[in-house]
T-cell receptor, first 115, second 113 residues
Framework: KQEVTQIPAALSVPEGENLVLNCSFT??????LQWFRQDPGKGLTSLLL?????REQTSGRLNASLDKSSGRSTLYIAASQPGDSATYLC??????????????FGQGTILTVHP | DAGITQSPRHKVTETGTPVTLRCHQT?????MYWYRQDPGHGLRLIHY???????DKGEVSDGYSVSRSKTEDFLLTLESATSSQTSVYFC????????????FGDGTRLSIL
C-alpha cells in the first residue's frame, strides 16, 4: 500500500525566505506526482505535476523535483510572500491499469509566511 | 477555474438518513473522483469513475455507493449515514493523459448528528 509522508507538518517563516517542503512515498511505481495548495475552507488548487519520467517542473517562484528511485520530491518556494500561506499537499498517482489517477495524499505542510 | 460544481455545499443530517452528494462538471473529462478529508487522515479516495457507468472502489468505500449515468454527473450516496461519515467531501476530475492534473471542486461539508 502506497504511503505518502510530508515533512515538516508546519512551517512558519518571515517574508522573503526561500523554503523547501519535503514529500516521500514508499512505492516508486508511480505515474506522476502532484503538488497542490489548499486555502482554509477551500478546495485544492494544482500547482505542479511531475510525470514519472521527469526530474523537475517549474512555475514562477515554484520548483518541484522528483527522485522516483528514492521515493522523494521537494517543493521549493523562492522569495516567500504572505499570500503563499496555505496548506501544501503532495499526492502520487498509481501506475498502470485501473490505478491511473488514484491519488494517495500526504497529510500536508501548513505554511505561514509572516510579514 | 475548472468547471466543477458540488452540491450541496453544506448539509446537516441525522444518523440513519440517506444522503446524496452531487458533482457536476462542464469539462467533459472522463475521470471523476470522490475524496473525503478528515483531520489526521488527510484526503482519501472513496470511489472513482473512468467513464459512464464505469466505477470502482477506492481506499475507504465501505458505506458509500456511486453512480454515473452521464459524463457530467457523479453522485455519491450514503445509504444510511453514520457519525463517522461526518467529513468534508471533495469531487475531482481529470483527463486521461498523464500530464494533466486533477481539478477539485470546492467541497461539501457534511455533518451527521
Amino acid at each position: 500500500k502506497q504511503e505518502v509522508t510530508q515533512i515538516p507538518a508546519a512551517l512558519s517563516v518571515p517574508e522573503g525566505e526561500n523554503l523547501v517542503l519535503n514529500c516521500s512515498f514508499t512505492d516508486s511505481a508511480i505515474y506522476n506526482l502532484q503538488w497542490f495548495r489548499q486555502d482554509p475552507g477551500k478546495g485544492l488548487t494544482s500547482l505542479l505535476l511531475i510525470q514519472s519520467s521527469q526530474r523537475e517542473q517549474t512555475s514562477g517562484r515554484l520548483n518541484a523535483s522528483l527522485d522516483k528511485s528514492s521515493g522523494r520530491s521537494t517543493l521549493y518556494i523562492a522569495a516567500s510572500q504572505p499570500g503563499d500561506s496555505a496548506t501544501y499537499l503532495c499526492a502520487v498517482s498509481g501506475a498502470g491499469g485501473t490505478s491511473y489517477g488514484k491519488l494517495t495524499f500526504g497529510q500536508g505542510t501548513i505554511l505561514t509566511v509572516h510579514p | 477555474d475548472a468547471g466543477i460544481t458540488q452540491s450541496p455545499r453544506h448539509k446537516v443530517t441525522e444518523t440513519g438518513t440517506p444522503v446524496t452528494l452531487r458533482c457536476h462538471q462542464t469539462e467533459n473529462h472522463r475521470y471523476m473522483y470522490w475524496y473525503r478529508q478528515d483531520p489526521g487522515h488527510g484526503l482519501r479516495l472513496i470511489h472513482y469513475s473512468y467513464g459512464v457507468k464505469d466505477t470502482d472502489k477506492g481506499e475507504v468505500s465501505d458505506g458509500y455507493s456511486v453512480s454515473r449515468s452521464k459524463t457530467e454527473d457523479f453522485l455519491l450516496t450514503l445509504e444510511s449515514a453514520t457519525s463517522s461519515q461526518t467529513s468534508v467531501y471533495f469531487c475531482a476530475i481529470s483527463e486521461v493523459i498523464s500530464n494533466q492534473p486533477q481539478h477539485f471542486g470546492d467541497g461539501t461539508r457534511l455533518s451527521i448528528l
